[in-house]
């Protein structure tokens, strides 16, 4: 039993049935947690294609980590901090060295609920200055606040929004025991602050929430255009494996990040020529043929959110 899930039980009354107990572990052992190799020193945990939701922890998104002769930099929290601490449980089965730095993609939830855990062990946090108008948002506030209800027990009074401990303004490399790690602005894409991470002595590109595996794209308030051609910068590391901020490893760039900028263009499309004719979005969206997309994972709980938000930009962009 984690940290926070010791915690969590001793706040429940007591004498708590050992039923409780074990539900609480059966929880814990629903989401499986898998280290996956990517190259000589990058490994990376992959996420659930769901909802965040109390049987998965909100362990929806991937996290990675390179292992280097002074430290481990990891790239994402992940989402809660019991999976952060798990995770660090798994970093130590392959390393006794500490975790020195973590590389925030971006500041959307599933990735950063887990940086307190990390700041707990001393690492260094660094993330895009452009994270911090949201960071002191009542949006993220709000997001907090619901995701207590909604992922209890896993997310709770004592889950807080962690700032970086270094903000940075544009293209920055980090170097940890002689290994380079390139930081690269991709923004605003997915968000205003993505970043993506080059690791160029072993071709391996982690790319956040640019590039989504297997699944529909969370749009949200996005920069679908910027998004589209943030992808192209993405081609230009000429990565050998990308690691997507959702889904499982590619080791075919240009084909692998073909659905993410199909799905993004599509919408574009079929919901700019709406926002021109000046259509209500209800008529335009059951009009439009979806049938390239319907067949992925989220389609249902994400699609019709996604076009009505390009829908409004598009408005925007229009005017």
Request: charge should be negative.
């Amino acid at each position: 039993m984690t940290p926070t899930m010791r915690l969590w039980a001793s706040r429940l009354l007591p004498g708590l049935c050992l039923q409780c107990f074990a539900l609480l572990s059966l929880a814990q052992d629903a989401t499986v947690m898998a280290v996956q190799r990517v190259s000589a020193s990058a490994w990376y945990v992959e996420g659930v294609s769901a909802l965040g939701s109390p049987a998965n922890q909100n362990f929806i998104s991937n996290a990675g980590f390179v292992v280097t002769p002074a430290g481990v930099v990891v790239i994402d929290s992940l989402g809660s901090p019991a999976l952060a601490e798990r995770l660090i449980a798994e970093i130590k089965k392959i390393t006794p060295l500490p975790v020195t730095h973590v590389l925030v993609t971006h500041y959307h939830a599933d990735h950063i609920y887990g940086l307190q855990a990390f700041k707990a062990v001393g690492a260094k946090i660094i993330a895009h200055q452009a994270a911090m108008e949201y960071l002191n948002s009542d949006t993220a506030r709000l997001r907090l606040e619901a995701s207590r209800q909604e992922l209890a027990p896993w997310i709770n009074a004592e889950t807080r929004l962690v700032p970086a401990d270094v903000w940075i303004g544009g293209a920055t490399d980090l170097v940890v025991g002689g290994v380079q790690l390139q930081i690269r602005p991709v923004g605003p894409a997915h968000t205003p602050e993505d970043i993506a991470i080059y690791l160029p002595s072993e071709r391996v590109l982690f790319a956040g929430d640019l590039v989504f595996r297997s699944r529909i794209p969370y749009v949200g308030q996005a920069d679908s255009r910027h998004w589209i051609a943030a992808l192209d910068t993405l081609l230009g590391f000429d990565a050998q494996v990308i690691v997507p901020g959702h889904g499982s490893l590619s080791k075919d760039a240009r084909t692998d990040m073909q659905l993410t900028r199909d799905y993004l263009a599509y919408l574009r499309t079929t919901m700019g020529e709406a926002a021109r004719n000046m259509e209500p979005f209800e008529s335009a969206y059951a009009a439009t043929d979806w049938s390239a997309f319907e067949h992925l994972p989220l389609f249902r709980v994400a699609n019709r959110m996604n076009a009505y938000n390009t829908f409004l930009l598009l408005e925007h962009e229009a005017n």
